[in-house]
């Protein structure tokens, strides 16, 4: 199993331009990529300034362009791709992730943890993190911040992910460090699909952090883009790597996790 984290730099608000760029992108690959992960909202870009302008550029999951178009990538590639997209639904915008295959979409995530003023425009995440096989290989999805919060890491975990695809617009500095944590903490693989660039708009700028990464189970950085960049880079998966949670011969992860002495939130005083 094969995964690849692209790395773009999308045009604000300019969605056709921003698909043919990373159908560009794709082609470049060598041809035996199973998974690609491509960045948060990587088809409208990112700093929006008000919720109709948001509105204007969501799509809901069964009328989406975006989608139909990923489909047709998914095919074309023999691939599945991750990527982050604006959905449009009944009660709002979600900073959703789809996971697209050959054959249609195969999970959809919609952004639990919402960064900044996201809290502004898009609805919070209404559903739990999932984990789906494709190829063999168990895959979760989440976004961005989500990285900031263990749980989320530690939830797919749980739910048996052999990797994390992790669409991005990193502008924080300490991602890239923390997911290799997330990682060797969870023993698996993760990778984070970041974008890279300037967007400055109404007064408002935000610097994306490129950087996008592939890391092992051991904590082991495989492969990490440079800072400003377009680029797409890949690492083979180790499905039985991932899935042995031993520690040496008297640790193990899971076995050795104390739940009855774990805080909750509502337990504490
Ligand atoms: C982020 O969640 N886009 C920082």
Known sequence: MKVAVVQTNPEFGEVAANLDAVER???????????FVLPELFQTGYL???????RAVAEP???????????????????AIAAGFAEASADGVYNSSVLMG????????????????????????????????????????MICFDWRFPESTRSLALLGADIILHPSNLVLPWCPAAMITRAQENNL?????????VEDRGGKKHRYIGQ????????????????????????EIDLEFARNKQVGPHNNL??????????????SP
Request: hydrophobic content about 35%; charged content about 30%.
């Open 189 to 197: 693989y993760t990778a984070t699909a970041n974008r890279w660039g």
């Open 25 to 35: 992108q794709l082609k470049q690959s060598e041809g035996d990529v199973d998974v």
């Open 61 to 79: 999951v069964d009328a989406s362009p975006t989608l139909d178009r990923l489909h047709d990538l998914a095919k074309q590639h023999n691939a």
């Open 102 to 141: 050959p054959r249609g979409v195969l999970s959809i995530y919609r952004k639990i943890h919402l960064f900044h003023e996201e809290k502004l425009y898009f609805q919070p995440g209404d559903r739990p993190f999932e984990v789906v096989e494709f190829r063999g290989a168990r895959m979760g999805l």
């Open 254 to 267: 899971w076995e050795d996790r104390r739940e009855e002495f774990y805080v909750r939130a509502s337990d």
């Open 212 to 235: 996008s990464q592939i890391v092992g189970p051991r904590g082991d950085l495989l492969v990490r883009a440079g800072e400003e960049e377009d680029a797409i880079l890949s690492a």
């Open 48 to 54: 929006f300034l008000s919720k109709q302008e948001l």
